[in-house]
């Protein structure tokens, strides 16, 4: 099993940056899958970004594309995810989830273990 603590969410105007990190438990951080996830007020939980368990593959979704990037250091068994140009409706409670498969997918219901989210407030 994996547990997951993230952290660096906050409040940032709109155009600005933050960098969330999640830490993740245990040493076979290198066999999960590892994506972010957002949920803002009344809407499902969607996909942001994934990441492979080498850190060869990512995937964005097309709203954050060109301003999120995904990484993650397997020696330290952290993710990290650089959100720069943060617009209004980047505002959201953010999750860092894993998954113990070779295919990462965009499929929330997916992952099996999830952290307790931060909150990114973006103001106009």
């Known amino acids: 099993q994996v547990q997951l603590v993230e952290s660096g969410g906050g409040l940032v105007q709109a155009g600005g940056s933050l960098r969330l990190s999640c830490a993740a438990s245990?040493?076979?951080?290198?066999?999960?899958?590892m994506g972010w996830f957002r949920q803002a007020p009344g809407k499902q939980r969607e996909f942001v970004a994934v990441?492979?368990?080498?850190?060869?593959?990512?995937y964005y979704a097309d709203s954050v594309k060109g301003r999120f990037t995904i990484s993650r250091d397997n020696a330290k068994n952290t993710v990290n995810l650089q959100m720069n140009s943060l617009k209004p409706e980047d505002t959201a409670v953010y999750y860092c989830?894993?998954?113990?498969?070779?295919?990462?997918?965009?499929?929330?219901?997916?992952?099996?273990?999830w952290g307790q989210g931060t909150q990114v407030t973006v103001s106009s």
């Open positions: 990441i492979s368990r080498s850190g060869g593959s990512t």
């Open positions: 989830a894993a998954r113990l498969k070779i295919v990462v997918t965009i499929t929330p219901a997916d992952y099996g273990y």
């Open positions: 245990g040493r076979t951080f290198s066999s999960y899958g």
